[in-house]
């Protein structure tokens, strides 16, 4: 789906992913879910691309429903992968803490675990090989991206500012749709390691300048980075 000039989605509200669409080619944020690949065929073919094109996939950290196509990207096409260092393990090997989940209703959290098997969850592949990044890097990527250290979801979480799709994609640095509960609007995301670093981390939002800011959970949102950090915070 085209949100902007340069910038689409993939996948839904439940799980997303993004694709910057450039002159020079395109780079990808995030991998979604193993079922997503047909999501991104499609969205290649309305632009009239191929998977060619891909010049690079960035995780904005290394959890299951954000790598889902990521390995089979880099191990048939050569894509290569990037994802912050302190990630890197967790992307390679699915080791991660056990973590917080937070409140929950019945309803969204069967729908959100539902869907996650319907887009193939149980068949995700780890990234056997990555390039690792670290906070303030300006990767050599269409779009010049620019990585963000975000931790506290995870210890390496990032978020990703591209100022030619003048947009910052959060990863789970923050959620408008809780997929544990079904609440809409900004709010901190399910999920996190550590609440309080995630809350912290919010303030290297505040200096960016964009109009989207995007989660991979939840809709797009319209706003400065500014404001989204204090309504997360206010939530």
Do not use: C
């Not at 789906?1 to 395109?26: C, F, Q, W």
């Not at 290649?44 to 094109?53: E, N």
């Not at 506290?152 to 959620?175: C, E, K």
């Not at 919010?202 to 404001?227: K, M, Q, Y």
Request: charged share 20%.
């Amino acid at each position: 789906m085209k949100l902007a000039p340069h910038l689409h989605r993939l996948g839904n509200d439940i799980v997303a992913s993004y694709l910057i669409d450039t002159d020079e080619g395109i780079t990808l944020i995030d991998a979604g879910l193993p079922g997503h690949w047909h999501d991104l065929e499609r969205e290649l073919a309305a632009i009239g691309k191929t998977r060619a094109d891909i010049r690079g996939l960035i995780l904005t950290h290394g959890d299951s429903d954000h790598i889902g196509f990521a390995e089979r990207l880099r191990r048939e096409h050569g894509v290569p992968v990037y994802v912050h260092a302190a990630d890197a393990h967790r992307a390679r090997t699915g080791e991660a803490p056990k973590t917080r989940m937070g409140p929950m209703r019945i309803g969204p959290t069967l729908g959100f675990f539902a869907y996650a098997l319907r887009k193939n969850a149980v068949r995700t592949a780890h990234v056997e090989e990555v390039v690792e990044v670290h906070d303030g890097d300006v990767l050599d990527l269409p779009g010049s991206p620019v990585i963000v250290g975000m931790p506290g979801h995870s210890p390496g979480s990032i978020a990703v500012h591209v100022p030619i799709a003048d947009a910052v994609f959060v990863g789970d640095a923050l959620t408008t749709r809780n997929v544990l509960t079904g609440r809409q609007g900004l709010q901190p995301a399910p999920f996190t390691d550590e609440p309080a670093e995630a809350s912290a981390s919010l303030d290297h939002l505040s200096a960016l300048t964009a109009s989207w800011v995007l989660p991979g959970h939840g809709a797009p949102w319209r706003g400065s980075p500014a404001e989204v950090a204090s309504a997360v915070r206010a939530a």
